[in-house]
């Protein structure tokens, strides 16, 4: 693994993102995916996927890191950085429901750092890998729109 010209830092949060990886619970995809999230206090969360027999219920290694981190005490926007890790082919690329959930928990800047078993990286932002998104400001005509 070389993640050559990535940054140390953001090698470091792959390498913990693969560390998550490997507490997966994946008995029905056997596909392990792990997470990094980096606060602005400098702790890292992990996450991994975590499947069940009912296919639905399955928690993404993203979303895992991000609600564990909420459940921790940090707030939208208190994030520095994640990294997420998986034996793909090219650099994982997160699923549309974590993007969504990124979107709702992230400043839109902030970057996701993507990543495989060969060394592989690539870099985006949280705004980047959703556009278009809905968002928060999304529901503010929520009021006027109901009492038309
Ligand atoms: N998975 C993730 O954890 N993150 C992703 O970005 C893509 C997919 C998981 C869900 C499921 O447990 C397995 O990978 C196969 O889809």
Request: charged share 20%.
């Amino acid at each position: 693994m070389t993640y050559e010209g990535l940054s140390e830092s953001y090698i470091k949060l792959l390498l913990k993102a693969k560390e998550a990886m490997e507490r997966a619970y994946v008995p029905y995809s056997h596909f392990q995916v792990g997470a990094a999230l980096l606060d602005e206090e400098g702790h890292i969360h992990f996450g991994c996927n975590v499947e069940n027999a009912a296919y639905g219920p399955t928690n993404c290694a993203e979303r895992t890191a991000l609600f564990r981190a909420v459940a921790d005490g940090k707030r939208p926007g208190q994030f520095q950085a994640i990294a997420v890790i998986g034996d793909t082919e090219g650099p994982i690329a997160p699923c549309g429901i974590c993007r969504q959930v990124l979107v709702e928990l992230c400043m839109p800047d902030m970057p996701v750092i993507m990543g495989n078993l060969k060394g592989q990286w690539s870099i985006s932002t949280v705004s980047d890998i959703l556009p278009g998104a809905f968002t928060p400001a999304s529901l503010d005509n929520r009021e006027r729109k109901t009492n038309e």
